[in-house]
Structures are given as C-alpha cells and as structure tokens.
C-alpha cells in the first residue's frame, strides 16, 4: 500500500504566496508520475500541475508562470509552490501518485484565498 499526506494549506490573500507539501509512505517504486489536482466548491476535480521521476513538467495553463511543481525523491516528496494567487485558486488541493498503472490519493488540504 502506499499513503499520501498533503499539508500548507490555509489561508491567504490575493497576491499572496503558499508552499504545498506531499508526503509518501509505504511500496513507492522509482518510477512515477506525481500530481496536484483541485477542486473548486460545484466543480469537477482538475488538473493543476505534473511531475514524473525523470523530472518532466506539465502545468494546467491557469497556473504557468505562478505555480511550480518539484519533488525531493531523497525525501519522497513533492510540492507545489504557489505565488500570485488568485481567489479562483481557492479549492481543495489533492496529491495524487502514479505508478505500475495505479493511482494513489491524498485527503486533500484546503486552499483558501480571500481578502
């Protein structure tokens, strides 16, 4: 089994910054793809951002040039540096894992940003 604890939610005002974190634990092999997806209150899950284990990225176009995905596999893991934030960034937050096929969830922190 393998677990996902994502924390660094809260909240923040527009403009304001926000790091995310996402731990994981159990039978984690090396090669992987590491996500964040959100959802906003009434919508769907969507994509944020990717990272697989040999470093490639992919952003969802409403976050290029603000957020930044990375991953410490030293650590097993990821974050998702958020800066610029906007009130429509407001959602929950959810790591997701990748691998052999099988996708892995966290619980999700909540991201609130208001003034």
């Known amino acids: 089994q393998l677990q996902l604890v994502e924390s660094g939610g809260g909240l923040v005002q527009p403009g304001g910054s926000l790091r995310l974190s996402c731990a994981a634990a159990?039978?984690?092999?090396?090669?992987?793809?590491m996500g964040w997806y959100r959802q906003a209150p009434g919508k769907e899950r969507e994509l944020v951002a990717t990272i697989t284990s040999g470093g490639s990225t992919n952003y969802a176009d409403s976050v290029k040039g603000r957020f930044t995905i990375s991953r410490d596999d030293a650590k097993n893991t990821m974050y998702l540096q958020m800066n610029s934030l906007k009130p429509e960034d407001t959602a929950v937050y959810y790591c997701?894992?990748?691998?052999?096929?099988?996708?892995?969830w966290g619980k999700g922190t909540l991201v609130t940003v208001s003034s």
């Open positions: 159990g039978m984690l092999f090396s090669i992987n793809t």
């Open positions: 997701s894992l990748k691998q052999f096929g099988v996708n892995y």
